[in-house]
């Protein structure tokens, strides 16, 4: 019994979920470019296919790990730092709980909600000059010779930005990807943790790999249907020149010009990364911390 409650008073390192994650993008990287060239498409010309073997006819095979280095310091930043909160204010949660005499078996999913929101938005402001760097390199290959930026990596992409565009360009969008970082946090960790919870206190699951699969699957389809109207905008926005927009509902605006199916422009790939994404993540960090215990 001692040895129980040992294990269950350990915690974690804070930076689990951060290494869970960048472990995750290098292997889902390609699906994120498909994504994000699909969604700074004018017109609609290509589909997920189509875009894919452009990509690879017109620029080669490793365009598609364009902004690799930016997706990694992406995910170093952004999901670092909404997993260790999300995990730090759970804990200070139940331990108010603890003290007060209260000591219910699981956290209530209204609070999972909510904490992961404020997560989610930390941790979106956090990542937001990565974010920028990363939208911009992936979508490089696909301007003309003469408006390409041409970063060698997301250090030179962040000083340059920094130099010619203003420290503030950096968080271009941040308000947009802090919507977007509480949207799917809500959906993976909130919906993660709620639904693993569920699967594990019925009689069909247990604690193991099909059940971190079932679980982390259902929630990278919750976060990609939450999150897709936020998506394409912000992806505009950080692709965007300088006074191109003057405002999001100008971006919403100039998006509804093909419909309202815009705001879903790259729902495949999108939906085809982030499933992966989810579950890799979700896979790597429970190993991980099976492996620390």
């Not at 007060?100 to 909600?113: A, L, R």
Request: hydrophobic share 40%; charged share 20%.
């Amino acid at each position: 019994m001692s040895k129980t409650n040992q294990k269950v008073a350990k915690k974690e390192p804070w930076y689990l979920g951060g290494m869970a994650s960048i472990g995750a993008v290098l292997i889902t990287h390609p699906l994120d470019t498909i994504k994000v060239q699909l969604q700074t498409q004018q017109q609609v010309k290509f589909g997920f296919v189509g875009m894919t073997v452009n990509i690879i006819k017109t620029n080669g095979f490793f365009a598609l790990y364009n902004g690799i280095s930016a997706a990694i310091l992406r995910q170093a930043t952004y999901s670092t730092t909404r997993f260790a909160c999300y995990e730090i204010i759970k804990d200070m949660v139940n331990t108010s709980q603890n003290k007060s005499g209260n000591k219910p078996k699981d956290m209530p999913f209204y609070q999972k909600i909510l904490i992961a929101g404020v997560s989610g938005a930390l941790g979106g402001i956090v990542g937001a000059p990565a974010d920028l760097t990363n939208v911009r390199m992936q979508n490089d290959s696909k301007l003309p010779l003469d408006q390409r930026r041409n970063y060698k990596h997301c250090g030179e992409a962040l000083v340059r930005i920094a130099r010619t565009e203003g420290p503030s360009r950096l968080f271009a969008g941040a308000s947009m990807a802090s919507s977007r970082g509480m949207l799917v946090t809500v959906g993976q960790l909130a919906f993660y943790d709620e639904i693993k919870f569920q699967l594990i206190k019925s009689t069909y699951f247990k604690d193991n790999l099909l059940t971190h699969f079932t679980a982390s699957l259902s929630a990278g389809v919750i976060a990609t249907v939450i999150t897709m109207p936020l998506d394409v905008l912000k992806t505009r926005l950080m692709n965007a020149k300088p006074g191109e927009y003057s405002s999001i509902m100008h971006c919403a605006k100039d998006i509804l010009k093909v419909g309202p199916s815009g705001f879903f422009k790259g729902f495949t790939p999108a939906f085809v990364r982030l499933g992966p994404h989810t579950i890799l993540t979700f896979v790597f960090l429970e190993q991980l911390k099976k492996f620390i215990n």
